[in-house]
């Protein structure tokens, strides 16, 4: 949103007014410009310390392929999610919050 010029606390307030309004929109926030509305969210403290790491999601979803593989399932999206949960493992973020993957999803 941020890149097509949309303010993002305007953004907030139209998803979280909306059907688009969930836990991680309204109380666990991952967008660093809306800290003063979710001043608890992991964001507002850079992603440190984390309430569950990220290399602990990415464990979690190569389970999750791993067991849906062994049913015969394929998950594309699944496998997407996990290819950036890796791109930011890799790069340093294992121990942060998983929700600071919101900045492998900005171009």
Same mark, same amino acid.
């Given at each position: 949103?941020?890149?097509?010029?949309?303010? @993002?606390?305007?953004?907030?307030?139209?998803?979280?007014?909306?059907?688009?309004?969930?836990?991680?929109?309204?109380?666990?926030?991952?967008?660093?410009?809306? /800290?003063?509305?979710?001043?608890?969210?992991?964001?507002?403290?850079?992603?440190?310390?984390?309430?569950?790491?990220?290399?602990? @999601?990415?464990?979690?979803? /190569?389970?999750?392929?791993?067991?849906?593989?062994?049913?015969?399932?394929? @998950?594309?999206?699944?496998?997407?999610?996990?290819?950036?949960?890796?791109?930011?493992?890799?790069?340093? &973020? &294992?121990?942060?919050?998983?929700?600071?993957?919101?900045?492998?999803?900005? &171009?």
């Amino acid at each position: 949103a941020a890149e097509l010029g949309v303010d @993002m606390h305007l953004f907030d307030t139209v998803v979280n007014g909306s059907s688009g309004r969930c836990w991680s929109s309204d109380t666990y926030n991952p967008v660093p410009e809306l /800290k003063d509305r979710y001043p608890n969210a992991p964001a507002s403290r850079e992603y440190s310390p984390p309430s569950f790491m990220l290399e602990l @999601m990415l464990k979690d979803l /190569k389970f999750a392929i791993e067991t849906g593989e062994s049913v015969g399932y394929t @998950m594309p999206l699944l496998k997407e999610a996990t290819a950036l949960y890796q791109e930011a493992h890799d790069k340093g &973020h &294992h121990k942060k919050c998983f929700s600071s993957i919101y900045h492998y999803g900005q &171009h």
